[in-house]
């Protein structure tokens, strides 16, 4: 075999796994929401806190990591926030206690963005040529997907093996602390350092060309696309807790349901890739997943609440799961179809990522204050804004659209 083909595609799957398992900790609510809200003792408003924590020093995270990604190699950084990031997990799996969780949880912030995500990105791009954008970006996220189904099963069963929910979510927060360190180590031996040469803008210019950036209209089209998808994506983690309290599901399947999610993510980010190249737009698979998004949200506020309609609701979320990684596998590559070119991938990643990922700074404790307040209604209330943001986020692919037909002429 190709030794090119073997050194870009092993470069891809190791980018993916660290992509995804990295975010695993700061995200484990969307697995383990009630064992984690049992042990701690929080209210709905309280878990959104913790997640809110976290968003706000990672929007700050994201435009230093956006600069970063266009100036140094990432090699040592790498390494240095899978290890931090993984030390920080086992600590919390200590559960110790509403402050020092959220005091975690903001470091989490710092160690899960600053060296890797934009970093990320522009490699991803740089692995292929413009044809090859979508299926790359859908293989990325289509192979997070199934590292990340792999690491939620064997979290799974280790939650399974205790009889008290606290123990076993402790046991299975510290197994994904360990794979992180684990994926640390791998960064460090086969991560290749780039040349200090490759970038010899200063740190100040790179910064000057952040905020340059802020002037190009189409970078806040593609915040705007990222804002609206990104809020329907974390809205969709709130389904198991919805079946769990109103449909019977117990903790356990809602558990194996977040690992079943993430095969789905595999089918429908490589499904999405390899349609947008087929249909040579990335915005078309934006606005198709969006419109399914709809269907399948209006679907949770028309089901009656009755427990032998758990599996229509399980239904309909792997069916809105497919849309979604299909949506999500491209808000990225997207910046193709857009002409950013590739030397400010890193900048425009960043901004992107930091504007377009603050629903996680309120959109958490908001609804969770709903569901607090309003019980299921507040549930409706939260299907309702997925849907809201779905049809926003088309919208804005179509303005994208007539933007860039306007500069191609």
Same mark, same amino acid.
């Given at each position: 075999? @190709? =030794?090119?083909?073997?050194? %870009?595609?092993? $470069?891809?799957?190791? !980018? /993916?796994? *660290? ?50 990604? @266009? =100036?140094?190699?990432?090699? %040592?950084?790498? $390494?240095?926030?899978? !290890? /931090?990031? *993984? ?63 792999? !690491?939620?099963? *064997? ?255």
């Amino acid at each position: 075999m @190709d =030794k090119a083909f073997i050194k %870009k595609y092993g $470069t891809l799957l190791l !980018l /993916a796994a *660290g992509a995804g398992i990295i975010f695993q900790l700061p995200y484990i609510r969307e697995t383990f929401y009630v064992p984690i809200q049992n042990a701690m003792e929080l209210t709905n408003a309280q878990m959104g806190m913790l997640s809110s924590g976290y968003a706000t020093m990672a929007t700050f995270s994201y435009f230093i990591g956006g600069a970063i990604a @266009d =100036k140094f190699s990432a090699r %040592k950084l790498l $390494t240095f926030s899978f !290890l /931090a990031t *993984g030390i920080l997990g086992l600590w919390f799996s200590t559960f110790p206690g509403y402050n020092v969780s959220r005091l975690i949880f903001i470091l989490m912030g710092i160690s899960t963005i600053i060296t890797y995500w934009s970093a990320c990105i522009k490699a991803t791009r740089m692995l292929g040529s413009e044809e090859e954008q979508g299926r790359l970006f859908g293989l990325q996220e289509g192979l997070r997907g199934i590292l990340n189904a792999l !690491l939620v099963f *064997g979290m799974t069963a280790a939650f399974a093996r205790y009889t008290n929910e606290v123990a076993g979510a402790s046991a299975a927060i510290r197994l994904c602390s360990i794979v992180v360190i684990v994926i640390g180590v791998l960064n460090f031996i086969f991560i290749e350092d780039t040349k200090k040469e490759e970038n010899a803008e200063s740190v100040i210019e790179v910064t000057k060309g952040l905020f340059k950036c802020l002037l190009i209209p189409k970078v806040w089209i593609l915040v705007g696309i990222i804002f609206t998808a990104y809020s329907v994506y974390g809205l969709i983690g709130y389904v198991t807790t919805y079946a769990q309290q109103f449909y019977g599901l117990t903790a356990t399947t809602a558990a194996t349901l977040g690992g079943i999610r993430y095969l789905l993510q595999g089918a429908g980010g490589i499904f999405g890739g390899f349609l947008a190249d087929k249909l040579h737009s990335r915005i078309k698979v934006i606005v198709g997943g969006c419109i399914g998004l709809i269907v399948s949200f209006g679907a949770y506020i028309v089901l009656p609440g009755n427990a032998s309609l758990g599996g229509a609701v399980i239904a309909n979320f792997f069916l809105g799961l497919v849309f979604i990684y299909a949506v999500r596998s491209q808000y990225f590559a997207v910046h193709q179809d857009a002409g950013i070119p590739l030397e400010l991938s890193g900048r425009v990643s960043g901004i992107s990522s930091a504007l377009g990922y603050m629903p996680d700074m309120f959109m958490y404790t908001l609804v969770g204050s709903w569901m607090d307040n309003y019980g299921r209604a507040g549930y409706n209330m939260t299907w309702g804004y997925a849907m809201v943001a779905a049809a926003l986020c088309i919208v804005l692919s179509f303005i994208l659209s007539k933007v860039v037909k306007s500069e191609q002429k």
